[in-house]
């Protein structure tokens, strides 16, 4: 109740200073009689003035007032530069949050854009490289198969023409043995015999020459002399000894043909096993590429995350603050009003004699 006594008395003191000095006792006891707060005061006044003496409480109380307002202001003072060193301490950390989000996401994109999206791209071009080359590969042993298997088709025909050919050179050999004064049919025989040969043997076969010669020596002989005979036997046996070394010839020829033909398939197989060996690699590359993009690609998107969080908790406390500086002013400064609204009534106090004072 006393210090209530006080804060009227102050208030009332204070916004009314420059007047009381001029007026009277009897003045100022009219202007409290017509508050609550007035009355209050007067009754403390004459209170202390039936006490007898100087009203000494009333005036400690007051500059006990006073220097809890000082204290007052010192305290607020403390907690404000408490909050603001807390401030400051959060602002310097969300900065520094803030900055380091912003170099992550520069890192980030610089390595997406610049590091594994063109690594990736490489990758992709690789493997349509070594695919492209796997394509090629197969054309190249489609067209060994197909060229193998018109070379064998033509060495089957050539043997068997030139199998036709020795079998009707041994039918004029065993013909040729049964003459000796052949009869004109024998002789039409013998000569179909030689036209058969001739039908077995294409024009630019390596054994034309023989039957060229062969087909002269036979022309218009009526094989009475048995020399004549003896040498188309000759003739015979050179050209059928020709047509075997032929066959043989190509039948070596086609071994080796067949023998340069698988080696060339297994080549072929090989380079593209290699191929697909090397896709294989390049691929493990390109899925760890790709999930690294995936990675990255998150922890940037946290990162931005991060950023519009410290961004949002920067501006918020810049709010908060901005707040807590105008409620810290406007206390401030109430508390300052009030101490020298104190210091004013207590200098009314010591100089005004308030013992005829009665209410």
Do not use: C, W
Not at 127 to 152: G, S, T
Not at 190 to 213: D, G, T, V, Y
Request: glycine residues 2%; without cysteine.
């Amino acid at each position: 109740m006393k210090t209530i006594f006080v804060l009227v008395l102050v208030i009332v003191l204070a916004t009314s200073l420059k007047s009381t000095l001029r007026q009277t006792p009897q003045k100022l006891q009219a202007e409290l009689q017509k508050s609550n707060y007035g009355k209050a005061l007067l009754h403390l006044v004459e209170l202390h003035s039936l006490a007898g003496g100087a009203v000494s409480e009333l005036v400690d109380a007051i500059e006990e007032l006073d220097n809890d307002l000082i204290d007052g202001v010192q305290l607020l003072e403390f907690n404000f530069q408490q909050r603001t060193n807390q401030h400051n301490a959060l602002v310097v950390q969300l900065n520094q949050q803030i900055n380091d989000a912003q170099i992550d996401i520069s890192r980030s994109q610089d390595v997406i854009e610049n590091l594994l999206i063109p690594r990736r791209e490489q990758l992709e071009n690789r493997i349509a490289n070594l695919e492209e080359n796997q394509e090629i590969n197969r054309k190249n042993y489609d067209e060994e198969v197909l060229i193998r298997e018109q070379e064998h088709e033509a060495f089957e025909a050539q043997v068997a023409e030139l199998t036709d050919a020795t079998v009707a050179v041994d039918d004029a050999l065993a013909l040729l043995q049964t003459l000796s004064n052949p009869s004109l049919a024998q002789v039409k025989k013998f000569q179909n015999s030689l036209k058969k040969i001739e039908q077995s043997i294409k024009p630019r076969s390596k054994m034309a020459p023989f039957l060229k010669a062969l087909l002269t020596l036979a022309s218009n002989q009526n094989f009475s002399d048995q020399g004549i005979i003896s040498q188309i036997v000759d003739a015979l046996n050179e050209f059928r000894n020709a047509i075997v070394d032929s066959i043989n010839d190509q039948t070596l020829a086609e071994a080796n043909a067949v023998e340069e033909y698988e080696e060339r398939l297994a080549q072929l197989d090989s380079e593209f096993a290699e191929f697909q060996r090397q896709i294989n690699a390049v691929n493990v590359d390109l899925t760890a590429t790709n999930n690294k993009i995936d990675q990255v690609t998150e922890f940037l998107n946290q990162r931005v995350a991060d950023l519009k969080q410290y961004e949002a908790e920067l501006q918020l406390e810049n709010d908060n603050y901005a707040d807590e500086t105008q409620i810290y002013n406007d206390t401030k400064n109430e508390f300052i009003r009030e101490q020298q609204i104190t210091e004013q009534a207590l200098a009314l106090v010591q100089s005004v004699d308030f013992s005829h004072i009665q209410i």
